[in-house]
């Protein structure tokens, strides 16, 4: 994991040299991160609607279904400013910068530039949500961050094996040796896939753990409906961040 992370920051310092647009990086990874945190909080108003006595009437139920309503807008209103304003970042970075390469090596760093943006999100998607489970459920948010860890070591290690397999296929190339398409795409796709098995096993074993708390009384109903859901999410974006520090992988070997 260490050599991820140093590959991330070595990334920002060359790619995005300014302070302004560092700063610019950080809103742009932070409104990201947010979003699964609003979800989350959308599942939660929705479990205690639904989950309150029939009796209540919908004068009571007012206040909580607006802010679900507004909650609700917001994350899809941020998920879309998030993902449009990328490449409108990056056009400003490399304007301002005023680099000049040849066009492949232009086009992989533009891919470079927002698998940084996408890999920074999911990190912090994921430290964000887990940051929530402790709140939520101490003890099951302490068991999640046990098993982000290990996911996140066997991620940097992906991450070095795919690195290197993807720098030897550049100096193939270089040395005007052809590696055939589908030899680089199957080796990425591999790598990725197998991040997002190794999640699906933790978060099934995360599952039996939860349930196993809900039946014993301790954790209750409506947080164990906003945990499940939450570990789905969490799931999904760990696979999202597999298949995104591969690519990532890919785009580094490719623009230098």
């Known amino acids: ?23 610019q990086l950080l809103a742009l990874v932070m409104v990201g991160a947010a979003i699964p945190l609003t979800e989350l909080m959308v599942a939660k108003i929705f479990t205690e609607i639904i989950t309150r006595e029939r009796t209540s009437s919908l004068t009571h139920l007012a206040p909580q279904l607006a802010v679900f309503v507004a909650l609700f ?101 270089r040395a005007k040796t052809q590696v055939a398409t589908h030899v680089r795409v199957r080796s990425r796709i591999v790598s990725a896939e197998i991040g997002g098995l190794i999640s699906s096993v933790g978060a099934l074993m995360l599952l039996i753990a939860l349930l196993a708390m809900s039946i014993n009384g301790v954790i209750s109903a409506s947080s164990t409906i906003v945990l499940f859901l939450g570990l789905r999410l969490q799931n999904s974006t760990f696979t999202t961040l597999s298949g995104g520090v591969m690519r990532f992988a890919r785009a580094l070997a490719n623009s230098y």
């Open 73 to 173: 807008l917001a994350t899809r209103v941020a998920h879309y400013a998030q993902r449009t304003y990328r490449v409108t970042f990056f056009e400003g970075v490399f304007r301002s910068a005023e680099r000049t390469h040849p066009a492949h090596i232009e086009s992989w760093q533009w891919a470079l530039g927002l698998e940084l943006v996408n890999v920074l999100t999911a990190v912090t998607q994921m430290l964000v949500m887990a940051a929530y489970f402790v709140v939520l459920a101490p003890v099951f948010g302490a068991i999640n961050l046990l098993l982000i860890a290990l996911l996140a070591e066997a991620l940097g290690r992906l991450f070095n094996r795919q690195r290197a397999q993807q720098r030897g296929y550049v100096e193939l190339g």
């Open 1 to 23: 994991m260490r050599e991820l992370a140093r590959a991330l920051a070595r990334t920002c310092a060359t790619l995005i040299p300014g302070a302004r647009h560092r700063w």
